[in-house]
């Protein structure tokens, strides 16, 4: 019984849990982030290789 109620009220590993948690809710919201950052600097990056395509250099003289 004692060897039980040890193993119950040792709180060593409470820690390293609450970090793992705090750990893997940071990394979600990274990847949801980085998915909704990546697809508008996709389209940023296209618009402006479009713009800068239209570009014509100046004549030379």
Known sequence: ???LHRVWSDD???DVA???LVLGLVAIAAV???GVVGGNLNTWWTNL???ISG???PASP
């Open 1 to 3: 019984m004692k060897l």
């Open 12 to 14: 060593r590993g409470e």
């Open 18 to 20: 609450e970090y793992a």
């Open 32 to 34: 949801a982030a980085i």
């Open 49 to 51: 290789g479009t713009f």
């Open 55 to 57: 570009i014509t250099p």
